[in-house]
């Protein structure tokens, strides 16, 4: 059994950064993809980055050079670091782990607003 217990998010203004964290108990750390997701109110919840095992990192092209995903396997934690946030980042943001099956954390607010 996977828990993932998220930190960081709140509100920032315009053009500021956060950085997410996702801890993760459990085994298969190491081994899984990882993912952030987020859900704007009355929108459908869409992948924001992932992470490969192998460090490979895909992201949404509305996030592409503001947004880094980056893991620490030793720490078995997941990070998403956000510079030059916009009004439009603002929503709930998810980790994802997929190793067999899929494991969320229990969601952070991020509001970006002057």
């Known amino acids: 059994q996977v828990q993932l217990v998220q930190s960081g998010g709140g509100l920032v203004q315009p053009g500021g950064s956060l950085r997410l964290s996702c801890a993760a108990s459990?085994?298969?750390?190491?081994?899984?993809?990882l993912r952030w997701y987020r859900q704007a109110p009355g929108k459908q919840r869409d992948m924001v980055a992932t992470?490969?095992?192998?460090?490979?990192?895909h992201y949404d092209e509305s996030v592409k050079g503001r947004f880094t995903i980056s893991r620490d396997n030793a720490a078995n934690t997941l990070y998403l670091q956000m510079n030059s946030l916009k009004p439009e980042d603002t929503a709930v943001y998810y980790c994802?782990?997929?190793?067999?099956?899929?494991?969320w954390g229990q969601g952070t607010q991020v509001i970006v607003s002057s």
């Open positions: 994802n782990l997929y190793y067999y099956i899929s494991y």
């Open positions: 459990g085994t298969g750390f190491d081994a899984a993809i």
């Open positions: 992470i490969t095992a192998d460090g490979t990192t």
